[in-house]
């Protein structure tokens, strides 16, 4: 196993994080889309040391689809009379783009996708696209490659991050992601061939990167069958019609898992923001998941998807950075507390 990268190796994966933003040539948007996989890869199947882990093409690809799977709708803006599906690359629609938009005309959600006879065929044909572009053209900052994130052959059909890159994408992923949705909207929002659409300011992040509000009412009525119609932190009954909760929040993994929602009373929601909930919360909510696995497994709208392991992953990967860091997490209305150590036996198993 490799040691934990030391402050010194941190600073250098960040100085080259910033020098990939800074000196990389971005003609379409997949190195976004490919760094941004790599990322919540990370968090969702890493682990907090040093070692290095593999990554399938398979995998990275799936994320793909995911990442434009809502990109491919057609955006309105509201400075702008025209609607239509944003442009991801110069000259031309990206192929990738092409390739989902023909998948969510014929499939109803992300869900209903995955499960068809074209799925397979569509991961083959990304495969092949990011195996093409973005994965061997990353590292490369103008005419220099930078090896910092993996070594540039395949091993059984993926790529093995090097030691301490998992370590160091779970430990500033907020940082990274915020960095590439945003040059990824700032990208979109500067082609020629978007301009007619995007105008000049408006909700462009939001559409291609914030809570899908249809999604979110879709599930609605399945938490308040499973919730009695009450809060799912302070047990009261919701008179009104209540808020669709992200338990980790939205700001710490931007994805819809249908095991990460809950619903609160606005105020309750309100109040939680953007903080991990207190280990009573956590353990409530893992005990939510298993009593209805087998409704929680069967949901799914155009953008949700059903993945419990994965939810969990995340879920061990927050609460360890913020116990790391003495964070404070939610206990109720007003009242917050350091998290301590009893999250490790909710989350053990």
Partial sequence: ??????????????????????????VATYKYALLVSLTEIAVEKGKDTGSPIHISIHSIADKFIELYWRQIKPYKSVQTPA???????AGKQAAISNLVEKLDRKYASLAEARHSKQWNSAIVKVS??????PLWKL?????????????????????ELLPGVAFCLRQFNGFI????????VSHVRSNPLNRGIVGDNGDLEAFMFGVDRGSLEAIRGLLTELQNRKCFYCQKNIRDAGAIDHFIPWSRYPRDITQNFVLAHDRCNSDKSDLLAACWHLANWRERNALNRMELAAFSSSTIISDELTSLNVARWAYF?????????????GDTETLDASYQDILAS
Avoid: C
């Fill in 1 to 26: 196993m490799s040691a934990v990268p030391t402050a010194e190796d941190q600073l250098a994966f960040l100085n080259h994080i910033q020098r990939l933003f800074e000196e990389g040539e971005f």
């Fill in 83 to 89: 609607s239509d599906v944003l442009i991801q690359s």
């Fill in 128 to 133: 092949g696209i990011i195996k093409t572009m």
């Fill in 139 to 159: 590292q490369t900052l103008r005419r220099q490659k930078v090896i910092f994130l993996y070594k540039e052959e395949l091993i059984e059909d993926g790529v």
């Fill in 177 to 184: 992601m915020n960095l590439a949705r945003s040059a990824w």
């Fill in 321 to 333: 950075h913020a116990y790391t860091s003495k964070s404070q997490v939610w206990v109720g209305r």
